[in-house]
């Protein structure tokens, strides 16, 4: 069993910054893996990578990256891919260590937030990130896309999935009107992820100065809907 080391990426003013788990608390983090597989999200990591268009000898950042399964769904399809996970929770990084370590597969981890990302201007191929951004505020989804625009080469590709919609979710629009509904609320969605609904990620990137972002592919999934969101730098 190889033994993966963690970068800490974390500027000094990050030390201790707050973030929301993926099971939303720390102590249920070793549910995650068993609750996805329940839950079925390993489809939404595999169309997501196969979207993504990655060569081999291609840099993926995995943003968001938890326990590590969307990089590991891209190591599977594209194993001379060159895939680092980040991820500001350390327990999670930990998980994902250990199971790089017994697939015997090269994965480089940096603890950290997407708003500061290590690698340098132009340097990043792909941009990947699976039902991170609903656990981002908004100053932070801000700083994600100001950073998915910096790091990325000329070419390089950012693709997100993640609950969200064009419209306001199940039904869009008219089926809200039609059935009177106001919140639109649905199983899986807090505050955060609201913000995607509305063509909420396309405009995140659009902001960041990404002129053809766009909803790829939606799945409705039994949590809610699903985005699937590209744009070339
Ligand atoms: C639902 S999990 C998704 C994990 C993984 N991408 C997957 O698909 O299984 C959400 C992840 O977002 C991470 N996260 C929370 N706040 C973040 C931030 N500000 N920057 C980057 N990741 C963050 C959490 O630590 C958690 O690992």
């Known amino acids: 069993m190889t033994t993966i080391q963690i970068i800490d990426g974390r500027a000094e003013s990050d030390r201790g910054r707050d973030f929301l788990p993926g099971m939303g608390r720390t102590w249920l983090l070793p549910l995650y893996d068993l609750f996805t597989r329940f839950a079925r999200v390993r489809p939404l990591h595999e169309r997501t990578v196969e979207l993504a268009g990655i060569r081999p000898g291609e840099t993926v950042l995995d943003v968001g990256c938890g326990t590590g399964n969307l990089s590991f769904a891209v190591l599977r399809a594209v194993p001379g891919a060159v895939v680092t996970g980040h991820d500001p929770d350390p327990s999670a990084l930990r ?48 700083g994600f896309g100001r950073e998915a625009h910096r790091v990325l080469k000329p070419g390089g590709r950012v693709t997100i999935v993640d609950f969200g919609a064009p419209d306001h979710g199940p039904g869009g629009h008219d089926h809200g009107r039609r059935h009177g509904h106001e919140g639109h609320r649905h199983r899986g969605m807090n505050a955060y992820t609201e913000r995607n609904l509305d063509n909420g990620i396309v405009d995140l990137l659009t902001d960041a100065g990404f002129t053809d972002a766009r909803e790829i592919d939606h799945i409705d999934h039994r949590f809610g809907p699903i985005t699937i969101v590209q744009a070339t730098r």
């Open 95 to 142: 998980l994902a260590a250990r199971k790089a370590g017994r697939r015997g597969v090269r994965l480089s981890l940096v603890q950290g937030y997407a708003d500061r990302l290590l690698p340098e201007d132009g340097s990043v191929d792909h941009i990947v990130s699976s039902l991170a951004l609903h656990h981002v505020d908004d100053a932070g989804r801000e």
